[in-house]
């Protein structure tokens, strides 16, 4: 996304960073979420709770674990060797020291490249400094939710597993044509996976197994859902206006 032209107040507890910040989609407010899990009170709820993290902890820790391959999407294959180097960095512990590139919002949408140095992987927390601990301007804990963060890249060979199971577990399936830009040359084709947590759609050009890896961004353009499931994130990607769209009217938009 492009960098905003305009200067937005910072939200509370976030720092006056602008030149960090990034185009802002135009969702519905949400704010950034505080660091209380529901752990921190008592009750059956809490328990229940305590339950859900618990299974949660045993699909994403133990499935990135455990070496993995599809034919549709190559890039989140887990090989036996990042694996094993995940089992032996991570142990016993549940809280998995990482170095990943993100993207954080605030309370006003707009965007900080950050680096992420640890994962909750109980609670799905992520520790994140802006724009890392070098010169931080704001360090806190963010849930691994797409309406705050995006994964953008791991840089560290012992955590690739954990990463990509993390993008995994943020996919949906999706039938939609779509047209994507490469160099200037547009291509269409069908994204069949849209990648919430990576903001990516993975799109098939109906001559390869393999799906291409395309960014949600202005050289994407969206041309028609196709099934019911996905029809909410499609619509709601056509509001943000950060990608392009082709209405019912065949002309091409930029909302």
Same mark, same amino acid.
């Given at each position: 996304?492009?960098?905003?032209?305009?200067?937005?107040?910072?939200?509370?507890?976030?720092?006056?960073?602008?030149?960090?910040?990034?185009?802002?989609?135009?969702?519905?407010?949400?704010?950034?979420?505080?660091?209380?899990?529901?752990?921190?009170?008592?009750?059956?709820?809490?328990?229940?709770?305590?339950?859900?993290?618990?299974?949660?902890?045993?699909?994403?820790?133990?499935?990135?674990?455990?070496?993995?391959?599809?034919?549709?999407?190559?890039?989140?294959?887990?090989?036996?060797?990042?694996?094993?180097?995940?089992?032996?960095?991570?142990?016993?512990?549940?809280?998995?020291?990482?170095?990943?590139?993100?993207?954080?919002?605030?309370?006003?949408?707009?965007?900080?490249?950050?680096?992420?140095?640890?994962?909750?992987?109980?609670?799905?927390?992520?520790?994140?400094?802006?724009?890392?601990?070098?010169?931080?301007?704001?360090?806190?804990?963010?849930?691994?939710?797409?309406?705050?963060?995006? *994964?953008? +890249? #791991?840089? =560290?060979?012992? $955590?690739?597993?954990?990463?990509?199971?993390?993008?995994?577990? &943020?996919?949906? %399936?999706?039938?939609?044509?779509?047209?994507?830009?490469?160099?200037?040359?547009?291509?269409?084709?069908?994204?069949?996976?849209?990648?919430?947590?990576?903001?990516?759609?993975?799109?098939?050009?109906?001559?390869?197994?393999?799906?291409?890896?395309?960014?949600?961004?202005?050289?994407?353009? *969206?041309? +028609? #859902?196709? =099934?019911?499931? $996905?029809?909410?994130?499609?619509?709601?990607?056509?509001?943000? &206006?950060?990608? %392009?769209?082709?209405g019912p009217d065949g002309d091409d938009h930029e909302l």
């Amino acid at each position: 996304p492009k960098l905003c032209r305009t200067r937005a107040a910072p939200a509370k507890g976030l720092p006056d960073a602008s030149a960090h910040v990034r185009r802002a989609p135009l969702r519905s407010t949400t704010r950034l979420p505080g660091t209380r899990c529901s752990l921190d009170k008592t009750g059956p709820h809490s328990l229940a709770a305590a339950g859900r993290m618990e299974r949660q902890k045993a699909t994403t820790l133990s499935a990135a674990c455990q070496a993995s391959a599809t034919a549709q999407l190559p890039q989140l294959n887990i090989s036996e060797k990042e694996a094993s180097s995940l089992r032996q960095h991570a142990g016993e512990n549940t809280t998995i020291q990482v170095e990943w590139v993100v993207d954080v919002a605030d309370n006003n949408l707009n965007w900080f490249v950050a680096t992420a140095y640890s994962v909750d992987t109980v609670r799905r927390v992520l520790r994140v400094a802006i724009p890392d601990r070098d010169e931080p301007t704001w360090e806190g804990d963010l849930p691994l939710d797409p309406k705050t963060i995006h *994964l953008l +890249e #791991c840089c =560290d060979s012992k $955590s690739i597993a954990l990463y990509k199971q993390c993008c995994r577990e &943020g996919s949906i %399936k999706c039938k939609w044509t779509v047209e994507w830009c490469i160099d200037g040359a547009w291509f269409s084709g069908e994204a069949l996976y849209y990648g919430r947590l990576a903001n990516v759609v993975y799109c098939s050009d109906g001559r390869n197994v393999a799906l291409h890896e395309v960014t949600i961004d202005e050289n994407l353009r *969206l041309v +028609e #859902c196709l =099934d019911d499931s $996905s029809r909410g994130d499609f619509e709601e990607l056509v509001v943000d &206006g950060i990608v %392009k769209w082709r209405g019912p009217d065949g002309d091409d938009h930029e909302l």
